[in-house]
């Protein structure tokens, strides 16, 4: 180049990251919202779990030929819970998949899972840990949702046997036997159990393909082999996510066939009836 040329009008594009608990936040675009307020009502719940002292024990692929958008459809209902995942309804019981997983609070087997929840509550406030819920009311920027919840009775953490598996992670200072679902947008949702927690990441790689990462996270000095055991800790995630690629590829290939045309959401899905709304409103929100 001439002497003249001027480096630094030639760099690398820029972008927003933020360092929060271990977790790298990146906003590409050039006027980037506030941290602080799109944090606000998921750090309680992403804090206690000191994430910030975890490391990494494992990360896996899998790799999914279908749309981002069927790709979150599958994860984002648990409506296909109880005939697709018997080891997932292993580990969590029936009301919370029918209360929470699918998305619906008004049916009969949510009143009975909130008599759970509530009792829950009162056990776990006594322990001095967190309890609580949020999820977006209106629409905005984000899509947002934080709960803890109780696992299937008897269960400690999300396991065959549902025996403690590593070291209490965060702020636990006892097994709770509770579950922490954080989303901070519909692409990632942190599922924490007390010892262990499973990341997921969805990346829209090409209209027919979606790359799916999970990585667990366990306490920074926990030694595997020694206080956990690797293939017990991904057993549930690991078979649960095998049988969702399976699900989202047959399903890719019916929407893709001549005969496809769209249905109706059941009201089981109001999980999915938000997601969508929230995508098309954005979608509106860029044309104009
Ligand atoms: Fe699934």
Redesign the pocket.
């Given at each position: 180049m001439e002497k003249n040329f001027d480096k630094t009008q030639w760099h690398l594009h820029e972008c927003n990251i933020k360092i929060f608990e271990g977790l790298i936040f990146i906003n590409l675009s050039e006027q980037p919202n506030n941290f602080n307020e799109f944090i606000a009502p998921t750090k309680k719940f992403i804090e206690f779990h000191g994430l910030a002292d975890a490391k990494i024990a494992h990360r896996q692929y899998y790799p999914t030929y279908g749309n981002w958008k069927l790709t979150l459809d599958?994860?984002h209902e648990?409506y296909?819970?109880q005939p697709?995942?018997p080891e997932?309804c292993q580990v969590h019981d029936k009301e919370y998949i029918i209360a929470y997983g699918a998305g619906s609070n008004t049916g009969p087997a949510s009143e009975k899972f909130d008599k759970v929840l509530s009792e829950w509550n009162e056990k776990v406030n006594k322990m001095g840990h967190l309890t609580g819920e949020y999820s977006e009311t209106e629409f905005n920027d984000y899509s947002r949702s934080a709960e803890r919840t109780p696992l299937k009775e008897g269960m400690f953490t999300e396991t065959k046997s549902g025996q403690p598996i590593s070291k209490l992670m965060g702020k636990f200072k006892d097994y709770d036997c509770g579950y922490t679902s954080v989303g901070t947008s519909p692409f990632n949702s942190l599922l924490m159990c007390n010892d262990f927690a499973t990341l997921f990441t969805f990346i829209p790689v090409s209209p027919l393909y979606t790359q799916v990462e999970l990585m667990w996270l366990v306490h920074k000095d926990a030694e595997e082999g020694k206080d956990y055991n690797l293939d017990e800790m991904k057993w549930m995630w690991d078979v649960?996510t095998i049988?969702?690629k399976r699900?989202i590829e047959d399903n890719q290939k019916g929407v893709l066939s001549e005969k496809y045309v769209p249905g109706p959401l059941s009201e089981m899905e109001k999980g999915l009836e938000k997601f969508k709304s929230w995508y098309l409103r954005h979608l509106e929100n860029s044309i104009n």
């Open positions: 599958n994860f648990c296909h819970c697709s995942h997932y649960t049988a969702d699900i």
